[in-house]
């Protein structure tokens, strides 16, 4: 029986029973859809010592912190969780929504993945018991744990690895690199010359930089056209909490400033966990986009690795266009759906069909059409605001 509330009281009898472990007689069931609060101590420090024995979930987007900070600011967030027969935690994935569920923090969220060490277990296997309909994922870490049929899309990310001095990492880096490079310092000369001295402010806590970061970002998404994800106020929230958490928290956002001068010229602000920097926001300014700012910040992020203790800069998916210089390591994501039961299933059988159909046909509309309107219904949560986002990309796109 579930009250006006929507609190189920046999549901969270069971739920408690796990949390407390009251007896090993009590057999648990394998699976488990927990909210936040309903995970006990064991729990979390399960998935953190998973998380540190495998270094396939050393990204920040999989850290528990970050899925305890989105369940704060998102209604429907939980976790899948599974038991062995002991009752012993073995694998945790974070969602959100449960009949269309996503990825937790989609789509801020560039990397998703199981978090376990059972090379065997799929996502159909710990999806099945959660009561979801269907399970919309982009950029997963592991493609081995999901089906052929539900794979749209494959592509590979891109990082720079510096376990050694900046010098000898430029120094192992092919022609390409070196090249790019040369033009780059003429570039970083000629800014030197008609601007101001470069250099870059680390770890700033400037609110106006924050501020100008997030000026600069909407003002580039409403350019180009793409959902502004920046729109909903959960995403923003998101981001200026992991940035108000400072440089000591275990999980936090750092941004990290060019200057020319007195004149800022690109801001980088990056999840980070002390080790990674996952580059997550990059903007600069459009006056001075001859000089290659975001460039020259990020080769200045590669001079100050000693300084801010990274030993890996994630550029996220896709080895396109400058990335193409710096990526030193990579991995496979894929994205797609995972249809279970019910009318979501169903939909979404019809979602893969008609996309595939669509890729060399319609140019790739449908899937064009459908990823946007998943970052819409990710951040949107009532359906007039998903109409409306909708509509005015449409519009857009027609003009």
């Not at 969270?12 to 648990?28: E, G, I, N």
């Not at 010359?193 to 970061?213: H, K, M, N, Q, W």
């Not at 001075?288 to 801010?308: D, H, M, R, V």
Request: overall charge neutral; glycine content about 8%; charged content about 25%.
């Amino acid at each position: 029986m579930t009250n006006v509330n929507g609190f189920n009281p046999s549901l969270a009898f069971v739920r408690y029973t796990h949390a407390v472990k009251h007896s090993a007689k009590h057999k648990l069931p394998r699976n488990l859809l927990l909210r936040i609060s309903e995970m006990s101590e064991t729990d979390w420090a399960a998935w953190a010592q998973i998380r540190a024995d495998n270094t396939a979930l050393k990204s920040p987007y999989l850290h528990p912190e970050y899925t305890k900070l989105l369940a704060e600011l998102r209604p429907d967030v939980s976790v899948i969780c599974r038991y062995d027969e002991d009752g012993t935690p073995v694998a945790f994935l974070p969602i959100q929504g449960q009949r269309f569920a996503r990825p937790v923090g989609a789509p801020m969220s560039d990397y998703h993945g199981i978090i376990t060490r059972d090379d065997t277990l799929t996502y159909d296997d710990l999806l099945a018991d959660a009561g979801v309909g269907a399970f919309h994922y982009s950029c997963a870490i592991d493609p081995s744990r999901l089906r052929a049929p539900e794979i749209l899309t494959k592509s590979v990310t891109s990082a720079i690895d510096i376990d050694i001095t900046p010098d000898a990492w430029r120094a192992e880096r092919d022609g390409s690199y070196r090249r790019h490079l040369k033009s780059n310092r003429r570039r970083t000369r000629k800014a030197e010359d008609a601007v101001g001295t470069p250099r870059v402010e680390l770890f700033s806590r400037d609110i106006d930089v924050y501020r100008t970061l997030i000026e600069w970002k909407r003002k580039k998404f409403s350019e180009t056209g793409k959902y502004d994800v920046l729109s909903a106020e959960w995403t923003q929230a998101l981001i200026q909490n992991l940035w108000e958490r400072g440089q000591t928290s275990d999980l936090r956002c750092d941004m990290h400033a060019l200057y020319f001068g007195d004149s800022l010229a690109a801001i980088d602000l990056g999840l980070s966990d002390g080790k990674i920097f996952h580059s997550w926001m990059v903007a600069y300014n459009d006056e001075l986009s001859e000089y290659g700012p975001g460039i020259q910040l990020l080769e200045g992020l590669i001079n100050a690795t000693e300084e801010t203790g990274y030993k890996r800069i994630d550029m996220g998916e896709g080895l396109d266009g400058y990335k193409r210089h710096y990526a030193s390591a990579s991995c496979d994501v894929v994205s797609g759906f995972v249809p279970l039961t019910g009318a979501a299933g169903r939909l979404s059988r019809i979602y893969a069909a008609t996309e595939r159909w669509g890729v060399g046909r319609l140019k790739d509309a449908p899937g064009k059409l459908r990823r946007r309107y998943s970052q819409i219904a990710a951040c949107e949560d009532d359906f007039s605001g998903r109409t409306r986002h909708m509509l005015a990309a449409i519009l857009k796109k027609s003009v």
